[in-house]
């Protein structure tokens, strides 16, 4: 059957075989590319690491130390009362590292003047939510800093 | 209510003038002749440049220039990274045809003598632009950091060492000490990813604009024998034709890259042992292998001369005397024909070939 009249003239569609082709040659060009610049190396977050108790024992009342959580940078507190606290010290705004202010017993973060309690909750400034809080509790002589998100904690340390 | 239509193609064109670039690409002749064939290699080598200005630094993004995790970062990129493997192979294969298409480039336009008044310039800059691709590709060699790259490392920063005078200072330059030691790596990938491909594109960008001033030069011979049948040499337009022809010859052109790239990746030798003896049958890569060659047959002294310094002078000479072609070759400037420079550039061509093949097979 013969069409009364052509969608596309002969034209059109050679034109649109060229472009046509240049694409999908830049799809396949391009494709090994972005796998390429994609790729990282999948780092998860461990389930929990370990502290030496001494070490722990050592830290004075009211300040803050920092340690490695797999990629993450931790913060831990130790309260006026005495009690351990763990977060994660990266800013849930825009992931600069936070400190702790023993007079305020907040913690601060300068980037963007954002401030966090002792609980880790959002209390002043851009940060939208709270601090990653880790779970503590001692074992043996070493402390055990945990994931609460990886949830198999018991088994680690 | 009809939507108004926004035409992309007219607003671009107000801004930018692109129509203007299309006139005039649509004004310029291409000539074509017999020899015209040559003149598809100066598109071919721009694609090329283009896609090692593309894969060389995506490259980047995993290879870890120091001494100590060159190699490591090269086997992650071959084994670990997703298409880490065919990347560097097709930036690998794409010097290797680079290299071959500038020594076709090269050879051509020396034997049909383009390097005639006006075009001195063009051949000046196209023999720099020769030498900064040898030595990119010399120096991309060296960077994985394996064993053949250690021994060209040597041998490579040794050379210069014979040219009188100034040699010692070359080679410590090169070097960054006596020795091929930590800081050399670092100096070949500096003037890998910076230096040479920099000033390639700068000399690039005067030699383009220069052959579209002048025009296609056309062999005397082809000349002569239009002027003796008293007719014009046909022509067609550089846009659409022309730019046509070079869009097929790229597809090609990129096709064969592909092939060789995924049919033979490049490799990673052993790991350097700085205390190891160079194994045996260890040759250069195959750009250099004629020099290699040459150097090989070269008797130990020559006239009381050491026979390291008489090659290297040698060779230094002969590419001398091409580079300054349009100066001493008289006779092609007056437009005659100029037998001494075709044989001399056949004898070239014939050496190259043959020296090549000799290194290559024994």
């Given at each position: 059957m013969k069409l009364k009249k052509s969608l596309l003239s002969r034209r059109d569609f050679f034109t649109g075989l060229i472009y046509g082709g240049l694409a999908s040659l830049t799809a396949f060009l391009g494709y090994p590319v972005v796998r390429f610049l994609y790729y990282e190396k999948k780092l998860p977050l461990p389930q929990a690491v370990t502290a030496p108790l001494a070490e722990i024992e050592k830290i004075p009342v009211n300040s803050a130390v920092y340690f490695q959580y797999g990629y993450l940078p931790g913060i831990l507190v130790k309260t006026q009362t005495g009690e351990i606290k763990a977060f994660s010290a990266k800013c849930t705004h825009l992931d600069c590292n936070v400190q702790y202010q023993p007079e305020t017993q907040q913690f601060h973060c300068a980037c963007h003047d954002g401030y966090f309690d002792i609980t880790g909750k959002n209390i002043a400034g851009p940060p939208p939510s709270p601090l990653l809080a880790f779970t503590v509790r001692q074992e043996g002589d070493v402390m055990v800093i945990a994931n609460p998100e990886s949830g198999e904690e018991a088994k680690t340390a | 209510m009809e939507a108004k239509k926004i035409d992309v193609k007219k607003a671009l064109d107000e801004r930018l003038s692109l129509g203007a670039l299309i006139t005039l690409a649509r004004k310029k002749m291409v000539p074509m002749h017999k020899h015209t064939v040559w003149y598809y290699m100066g598109a071919l080598l721009i694609i090329l440049f283009m896609i090692q200005m593309i894969t060389g630094p995506v490259l980047l993004f995993y290879y870890k220039p120091a001494a100590e995790t060159a190699y490591q970062s090269v086997a992650e990129i071959m084994v670990r990274v997703p298409y880490g493997w065919l990347i560097r192979s097709v930036h690998h294969w794409a010097s290797n045809l680079m290299i071959m298409i500038a020594f076709v480039h090269f050879f051509s336009t020396f034997l049909v003598k383009a390097y005639r008044r006006p075009r001195e310039f063009t051949w000046l800059t196209g023999m720099v632009m020769f030498l900064l691709v040898?030595?990119?590709?010399?120096?991309?060699?060296?960077?994985?950091?394996?064993?053949?790259?250690?021994?060209?490392?040597?041998?490579?920063?040794?050379?210069?060492?014979?040219?009188?005078?100034?040699?010692?200072?070359?080679?410590?330059?090169?070097?960054?000490?006596?020795?091929?030691?930590?800081?050399?790596?670092?100096?070949?990938?500096?003037?890998?990813?910076?230096?040479?491909?920099?000033?390639?594109?700068?000399?690039?960008?005067?030699?383009?604009?220069?052959?579209?001033?002048?025009?296609?030069?056309?062999?005397?011979?082809?000349?002569?024998?239009?002027?003796?049948?008293?007719?014009?040499?046909?022509?067609?337009?550089?846009?659409?034709?022309?730019?046509?022809?070079?869009?097929?010859?790229?597809?090609?052109?990129?096709?064969?890259?592909?092939?060789?790239?995924?049919?033979?990746?490049?490799?990673?030798?052993?790991?350097?042992?700085?205390?190891?003896?160079?194994?045996?049958?260890?040759?250069?890569?195959?750009?250099?292998?004629?020099?290699?060659?040459?150097?090989?047959?070269?008797?130990?002294?020559?006239?009381?001369?050491?026979?390291?310094?008489?090659?290297?002078?040698?060779?230094?000479?002969?590419?001398?005397?091409?580079?300054?072609?349009?100066?001493?070759d008289w006779k092609s400037q007056r437009n005659e024909r100029s037998p001494v420079f075709t044989i001399f550039g056949v004898v070239s061509l014939l050496v190259f070939l043959v020296c090549t093949a000799i290194g290559f097979f024994f």
């Open positions: - | 040898l030595f990119l590709g010399y120096t991309g060699y060296t960077l994985p950091y394996d064993e053949r790259a250690f021994f060209a490392l040597n041998v490579g920063t040794d050379m210069p060492g014979a040219i009188p005078v100034v040699g010692e200072y070359i080679l410590e330059f090169l070097r960054g000490g006596p020795n091929v030691g930590l800081h050399t790596l670092n100096r070949f990938f500096a003037l890998h990813v910076g230096v040479l491909p920099l000033a390639l594109l700068v000399v690039l960008a005067v030699h383009v604009v220069l052959v579209q001033l002048h025009g296609m030069s056309i062999p005397v011979s082809v000349e002569k024998k239009a002027q003796a049948e008293k007719k014009k040499i046909p022509a067609k337009p550089m846009f659409p034709h022309f730019v046509w022809h070079d869009a097929i010859n790229g597809l090609l052109l990129i096709g064969v890259l592909f092939t060789l790239a995924i049919c033979m990746p490049s490799e990673l030798g052993p790991v350097i042992d700085y205390l190891k003896p160079a194994p045996e049958g260890v040759k250069p890569d195959w750009f250099f292998l004629w020099v290699y060659q040459i150097l090989k047959w070269v008797p130990t002294y020559v006239l009381g001369i050491e026979g390291e310094v008489v090659g290297i002078t040698g060779l230094a000479l002969a590419a001398g005397a091409i580079f300054c072609a349009p100066f001493i």
